[in-house]
Structures are given as structure tokens and as C-alpha cells.
């Protein structure tokens, strides 16, 4: 190696993690940050780690996901939660903070650190020889993206995040859905729920009807193909969805034909998560949780991830990435953050801890092992790097990425068991071998 700095590019929540993860382990680091001389058009702080959106980092509460990620986080020692508590405001059990104090305590503690070199610089090239960690989020600098694009292909790079919900396995209606797959009387890999026709018709007014999220810069033409909203569908005509995703053909040898079946598609090995299969939306949170519950044994459904749609730059980590966040073609270069696929800000810092838990590893001549599957920590980024399927999107803290509990138990007390479970297995993690 040429040099002895690891560089970080972009000085958003993942890259200020790792550089105070790095430099507080005796690393020089140099960390890159566009900002001010260039904004994207949602950054509008200067600082570094600004919370582009809500300020909160969701749930303290340890039998939530995100509470949980947040105590494993402060178990490890991460240098943006303390922070964010240091910064805290009130707003019940959430981790809300007060945003510009945040950033401001984090700038600071990166330009006071002498092992961080803190260049406010955009950068588009990376070269062989330097050690790089990418964290340059979901609204990347083009020039950049277009060099990651080069790295690791076209077809591997996504613009547009349009996601559907996923919904919990457990919380689904069986008496109403059945598992089937089209057209083979075998197959039983998703879930399906008939719909009679005023059930289809209700559903298609109240679709049409709902209230959509604004969109920050959505651009339709820079969508991927099948990735259009379904409430934008549902308005081309009301049996567009009955001749498009939810047409009931295939079905023949379960009696009746229903007017409309929807599909839900398993999204994890274990099968404890199904996504709705064409249901990408960019409809507010409650007006997923309405209309969606309108669909035959859905009524209580649990989600797990409401659908979105934002202009979001991820690569296919699964296939790209090998196990340590170093890109399987060129070793030297490291991602963190939104841009691997984790979705959300605690998510993000969480990235951010353990790439440099692997860098730190590689510098050492060590082996880098993610924490136990049994931890929020494990689950979130087993998915990241070990996702089968072949639509990878970015995925957020839930307990239906953690293993099975042997006893069944209810859902408050089956989570609180996750969580003892997975604290005790992050005491004893160790991520460097
Ligand atoms: C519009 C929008 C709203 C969101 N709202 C929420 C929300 O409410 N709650 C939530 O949990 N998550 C939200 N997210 C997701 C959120 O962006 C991420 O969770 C989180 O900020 C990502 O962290 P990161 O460190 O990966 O990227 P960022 O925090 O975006 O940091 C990336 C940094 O890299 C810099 N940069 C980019 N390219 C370059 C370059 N070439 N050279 C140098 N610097 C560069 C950027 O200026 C930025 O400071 C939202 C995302 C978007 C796009």
C-alpha cells in the first residue's frame, strides 16, 4: 500500500462512523466530503452526518428493532450514538435529536481528531493501490456512480428505489390465503390471497384514492422497468391491476377462479417475510396500512417494511461484495452506508462501525466476522450480503430477519426474548479474528 490513510469518501452518517471508528484505533484517515461546495438536493447543512429527513433515529425501546440496534451499537461503541443521546430532544421513547447540534458535534469531533485529515472535496476516481471505504449514500455524486459503474457493471447499480412492503409470515390471515405458486399445482413458495370482485373493487377505489408521499426529484424515466407505482397503475384503468399483477390466471386447480389474487413472495430463507409482489408505492405510511389491510387476510397484517420510492443509489451488494464489504473485483475498495443497501440512519451508522471493523482487520492481517446471526446487528447484514433472490433492495432493522425462538411465544414477549438473546451474543461478539 502506498499510503498509510485509509480514504473515506463522503462524510455522511456511515463515513463519519467509520473515520472516528478508525482514527480512535490509531488509523490516519482521510475523510471526503462534498459538501458546502456541492450539496444533493436533499443535504442542506454543511456538516457532517446531517439527518436529511426526520431527525429521529426511531425506537430506544429494546423489544423494537431499532432499539435494539441502537443498544448493540452502543455496546460496540459507537461514536454517533452517543452523540445522538448527547444531542437528544425530547419526544417520548424515540431517539429524536436536535439535527443541526448533531451535525455540528460531529464535525467537530472529526476536525479536532489529528488522526483525520477532513478535505472538503468531491471525489470521482479511485485508484488500485489506496485503501477506499465508499460512503457516499443513496444520492451519490454522478461522477462518482458513473466510476462504480465502470467497477462493477451496469446491471448491478440501481437509480430508483421503489419498494413494496414486507409483512411478517406469522401476522397473515391462512384461512384466507393459501400457498401456491402459478401454474404449478406443487409449488408452494408464495402466498396467495384471493379477491372476490367488490372486494377488488373497493380496494382499486381506496388505491386510487390514498394519499401519496412527496417524492423528492422522482424521475419516472430513470425508474427500473417493473418498477412502476402500483396506485399509478391502478389509475390507468380499474382492471389494469386485475390484468397486471393480481390477475388470477394460473390457479385453475384450486376450483373457483377469484376475480384478482395478490401474491406475496418470500423474501428470506426462513421464510418469516413475504413482500407484496408488484406492490411498490409511494403512498404515505397510514395509507399503506389502510388500504393494504383491505386485501382478504391481510386485515392484520404486521409490517415489516413499508413500501418507498426515492431516488436511491445501492449497489447489489450479495452479488458484489464479499463478506468483509471489500468489492470481490478490486479488494482495495471498501462501501458503507445507504449505498450497500441498508435503509435508514441507524442502519446506516451501523454500516459505517463495521467496515471499519473490517478495514481495521485487513490493516491487521486479520479475519473481520459479522456479529451473530442472532443479533439485529447479524440479521440486518446477513440479509445485505447473503440475499438469494434475484431483486435485491435495500432492507431496514426488523425482528423478521433474526432466527426463529424455539418456544412460541406471543409477539411482545417472543421480542424481548430476541432481544436478551441477541445482547448477551454481543457481549461476547468479537469482530476481528
Ligand atoms: C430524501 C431522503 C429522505 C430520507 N429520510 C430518511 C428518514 O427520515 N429516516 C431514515 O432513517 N432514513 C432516511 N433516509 C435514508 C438516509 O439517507 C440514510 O438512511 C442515511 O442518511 C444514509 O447514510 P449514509 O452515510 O449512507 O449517506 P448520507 O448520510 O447521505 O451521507 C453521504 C455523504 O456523502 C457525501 N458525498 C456524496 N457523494 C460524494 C462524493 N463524490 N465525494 C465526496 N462526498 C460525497 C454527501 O454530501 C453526504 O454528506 C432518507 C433518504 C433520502 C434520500
Redesign the pocket.
Known amino acids: 500500500m502506498k499510503s498509510p490513510s485509509i480514504n473515506i469518501?463522503?462524510?455522511?452518517?456511515?463515513?463519519?462512523e467509520a473515520a472516528l471508528q478508525l482514527a480512535h484505533r490509531g488509523i490516519n484517515v482521510r475523510l471526503?466530503?462534498?459538501?458546502p461546495r456541492?450539496?444533493?438536493?436533499?443535504?442542506k447543512i454543511p456538516g457532517?452526518?446531517?439527518?436529511?429527513?426526520?431527525n429521529?433515529?426511531?425506537s430506544t425501546l429494546r423489544d423494537r428493532a431499532h432499539g435494539l440496534l441502537k443498544e448493540e451499537l452502543q455496546k460496540l461503541g459507537s461514536y454517533l450514538i452517543k452523540i445522538a443521546y448527547e444531542t437528544r430532544v425530547p419526544a417520548g421513547d424515540s431517539l429524536a435529536v436536535d439535527r443541526v447540534l448533531f451535525s455540528e458535534k460531529v464535525t467537530e469531533e472529526i476536525s479536532k481528531n489529528p488522526r483525520i485529515e477532513f478535505i472538503r472535496?468531491?471525489?470521482?476516481t479511485l485508484n488500485d493501490e489506496d485503501f477506499f471505504i465508499i460512503?457516499?449514500?443513496?444520492?451519490?455524486?454522478e461522477?462518482?456512480?458513473k466510476k462504480i459503474q465502470q467497477l462493477i457493471g451496469d446491471e448491478d447499480c440501481y437509480f430508483f428505489d421503489a419498494i413494496s412492503p414486507i409483512v411478517a409470515a406469522d401476522s397473515i390471515d391462512y384461512s384466507r390465503c393459501f400457498f401456491a405458486n402459478r401454474r404449478d399445482p406443487d409449488g408452494k413458495d408464495y402466498i396467495n390471497a384471493p379477491m372476490a370482485q367488490e372486494e377488488y373493487d373497493l380496494f382499486i377505489h381506496e388505491l386510487t384514492h390514498a394519499e401519496e408521499a412527496q417524492v423528492?426529484d422522482f424521475d419516472s424515466k430513470k425508474l427500473f422497468s417493473g418498477c412502476m407505482p402500483i396506485e399509478d397503475m391502478a389509475k390507468r384503468g380499474p382492471k389494469t391491476l386485475a390484468f397486471g399483477p393480481l390477475r388470477p390466471v394460473g390457479f385453475e386447480s384450486y376450483g373457483k377462479r377469484p376475480y384478482a389474487i395478490v401474491q406475496l413472495r418470500r423474501e428470506d430463507n426462513a421464510a418469516k417475510m413475504y413482500n407484496l409482489v408488484g406492490f411498490q408505492t409511494r403512498l404515505k405510511i397510514g395509507e399503506q396500512e389502510r388500504v393494504f389491510r383491505m386485501i382478504p387476510g391481510l386485515e392484520k397484517c404486521e409490517f415489516l417494511r413499508y413500501g418507498s420510492m426515492?431516488?436511491?443509489n445501492f449497489i447489489n451488494s450479495p452479488k458484489v461484495l464479499q463478506y468483509d464489504f471489500s468489492l470481490k473485483t478490486q479488494r482495495n475498495i471498501f462501501f458503507?452506508?445507504?449505498?450497500i443497501g441498508?435503509?435508514?440512519?441507524?442502519?446506516?451508522?451501523a454500516?459505517?462501525l463495521l467496515t471499519a471493523q473490517s478495514v481495521l482487520a485487513r490493516m491487521e492481517g486479520k479475519t473481520f466476522i459479522l456479529p451473530h446471526e442472532t443479533t439485529m446487528l447479524g440479521g440486518v447484514f446477513k440479509y445485505i450480503l447473503e440475499y438469494t433472490g434475484k431483486n435485491f433492495q435495500p432492507m431496514?432493522a426488523n425482528f423478521g430477519l433474526l432466527p426463529h425462538l424455539e418456544k412460541k411465544i406471543g409477539k411482545s414477549d417472543r421480542y424481548a426474548a430476541y432481544a436478551e438473546r441477541a445482547l448477551k451474543k454481543i457481549d461476547t461478539t468479537m469482530l476481528i479474528l
Not at 456541492?38 to 443535504?43: C, E, G, I, L, M
Not at 460512503?135 to 455524486?141: I, S
Not at 458503507?336 to 449505498?339: H, K, L, P, T
Open positions: 469518501i463522503g462524510g455522511g452518517l456511515a463515513g463519519s471526503f466530503e462534498m459538501k456541492k450539496f444533493s438536493p436533499a443535504h457532517c452526518a446531517e439527518l436529511v429527513c426526520s429521529t433515529f426511531k472535496e468531491e471525489v470521482s460512503a457516499t449514500g443513496p444520492l451519490t455524486g461522477s462518482l456512480f423528492k426515492h431516488r436511491n458503507a452506508g445507504q449505498i441498508v435503509e435508514g440512519y441507524t442502519e446506516s451508522i454500516s459505517g431496514n
